[in-house]
């Protein structure tokens, strides 16, 4: 059963898929209806379950599940991540590449960088401790509000930091 994702509970369990790319307005329209449609009929054990679904800044696609009213199974959620798995054959980009970092500019516009990118654009500037990164592994609706956006320095990336105030003052 389809919900609106503004009115899922805040302890609702979410994934989020980044694609390697930015949608166009057409195919974030096309993508929106179709994941509507997946989650109007995604199921677990035969029983409905409550989820909804969400496509933020053109480049991030959320799936969510209210498991207070029935729990998503291990089936499921293969059926969700193949149901991704169309979405990337039919518009030719990849939601699951954990190699592709995204970040946001002070103006909310996105870029992305390859992990083995990031060293060069940490030393010349282009990410810096406060550019915005975003958590893809928040796992509930409330910590997709409080926590998904962060400071690159105050997630993993902080390693690249380190090395670089090491190297300033050798």
Same mark, same amino acid.
């Given at each position: 059963?389809? !919900?609106? $994702?503004?009115?899922?509970?805040?302890?609702?369990? @979410?994934?989020?898929?980044?694609? +390697?790319?930015?949608?166009?307005?057409?195919? !974030?329209?096309?993508?929106?209806?179709?994941?509507?449609?997946?989650?109007?009929?995604? %199921?677990?054990?035969?029983?409905?379950?409550?989820? %909804?679904? =969400?496509?933020?800044?053109?480049? $991030?696609? *959320?799936?969510? #599940?209210?498991?207070?009213?029935?729990?998503?199974?291990?089936?499921?959620?293969?059926?969700? !991540?193949?149901? #991704?798995?169309?979405?990337?054959?039919?518009?030719?980009?990849?939601?699951?590449?954990?190699?592709?970092?995204?970040?946001?500019?002070? +103006?909310?516009?996105?870029?992305?960088?390859?992990? /083995?990118? *990031?060293?060069?654009?940490?030393?010349?500037?282009? @990410?810096?401790?406060?550019?915005?990164?975003? +958590?893809?592994? #928040? %796992?509930? *609706?409330? =910590? $997709?509000?409080? /926590?998904? /956006?962060?400071?690159?320095?105050?997630?993993?990336?902080? /390693?690249?930091? %380190?090395?670089?105030?090491?190297?300033?003052?050798?």
């Amino acid at each position: 059963m389809h !919900v609106p $994702f503004n009115n899922m509970p805040a302890e609702s369990r @979410v994934w989020i898929y980044q694609a +390697d790319r930015q949608l166009s307005e057409e195919e !974030v329209s096309e993508i929106r209806a179709v994941a509507e449609n997946f989650t109007a009929q995604w %199921s677990a054990h035969s029983r409905d379950l409550m989820a %909804s679904c =969400d496509l933020i800044k053109n480049r $991030f696609l *959320i799936l969510a #599940v209210n498991e207070q009213a029935h729990n998503a199974s291990g089936c499921s959620i293969d059926a969700s !991540v193949r149901f #991704v798995q169309t979405l990337e054959q039919k518009y030719q980009l990849s939601f699951l590449d954990r190699h592709i970092i995204c970040f946001e500019e002070t +103006d909310g516009s996105l870029f992305s960088l390859s992990r /083995k990118d *990031i060293p060069e654009s940490v030393e010349n500037g282009r @990410v810096t401790e406060n550019t915005l990164t975003f +958590d893809n592994l #928040v %796992s509930s *609706i409330a =910590d $997709f509000n409080s /926590k998904w /956006k962060k400071k690159a320095g105050e997630t993993w990336l902080k /390693k690249y930091f %380190s090395n670089l105030h090491k190297s300033v003052l050798n």
